[in-house]
């Protein structure tokens, strides 16, 4: 079955840092893989994801992540942090199937923003 | 349109009621997910419905009910819930129903239950 695991449970960057937030994944095919926001009592927003192709992709809001299969990982990034990006960050993996595509989630990161 | 709609917004419910949460979406997906999140924890999948069918269930207690009346609308009944069933409901829609690439999931911004 698949699996994600995000390491870190919080992290404080300060307003202009770059953020990197850690992703591994645990899938016996090449897996499909995503990036989605979460702000307070809201939904999830798609900021990227990876099928195949160009093992660095770009996404919303000035978001990359690298695919890195040698190392099962799918790290986010972002040069320049702004305040508003302080929010919930999941990793996800979709796994296509007969009965339908399920994304399962790794538990999540948050991220604190000092100003 | 390219959103998820879910009403309410917020439920507050004692736990004899019968609810319904609804979800509605325009952008032609054939895909729809009913998630439960708790506080500080991943969204976890209850169902999926795939071309108006209920395809997968995650061993969700009877007292959820989900039904997909058509391709935009996915309703979810609540009855004789209890209070650890509060959570945050999160509906999504997808553009493929079961085979083809997946492109991931348009989520709504859900339903805050309490049930009391």
């Known amino acids: 079955a698949q699996s994600v695991t995000q390491p870190d449970i919080h992290i404080t960057v300060s307003e202009g840092a770059s953020l990197e937030l850690r992703c591994n994944y645990s899938y016996g095919a090449t897996p499909y893989l995503f990036w989605y926001v979460q702000s307070p009592g809201q939904g999830l927003q798609l900021l990227l994801k990876?099928?195949?192709?160009?093992?660095l992709v770009q996404g919303i809001k000035g978001f990359e992540a690298e695919f890195k299969r040698s190392q099962s990982s799918f790290n986010l990034r972002k040069p320049s942090v702004h305040w508003s990006d302080a929010a919930e960050y999941f990793c996800?993996?979709?796994?296509?199937?007969?009965?339908?595509?399920?994304?399962?989630f790794g538990t999540g990161t948050q991220l604190k923003v000092e100003l | 349109d390219t959103e998820v709609t879910q009403t309410p917004k917020h439920l507050v419910m004692g736990m004899t009621n019968k609810k319904s949460l609804k979800c509605e979406q325009h952008?032609?997906?054939?895909?729809m997910y009913w998630y439960k999140q708790k506080a500080k924890k991943p969204p976890e999948l209850m169902f999926v419905y795939s071309y108006e069918k209920l395809s997968i269930n995650e061993s969700v207690p009877s007292r959820f009910s989900p039904e997909c009346p058509n391709s935009s609308l996915l309703n979810l009944h609540l009855h004789a819930l209890q209070p650890e069933d509060s959570a945050l409901y999160l509906c999504?829609?997808?553009?493929?129903?079961?085979?083809?690439?997946?492109?991931?999931?348009?989520f709504g911004s859900g339903t805050r239950l309490t049930v009391v």
């Open positions: 952008m032609g997906h054939r895909a």
């Open positions: 996800a993996v979709g796994v296509r199937g007969g009965g339908g595509n399920k994304l399962t």
């Open positions: 990876y099928f195949s192709g160009d093992t």
């Open positions: 999504a829609s997808s553009q493929e129903g079961g085979q083809g690439n997946f492109y991931g999931y348009t």
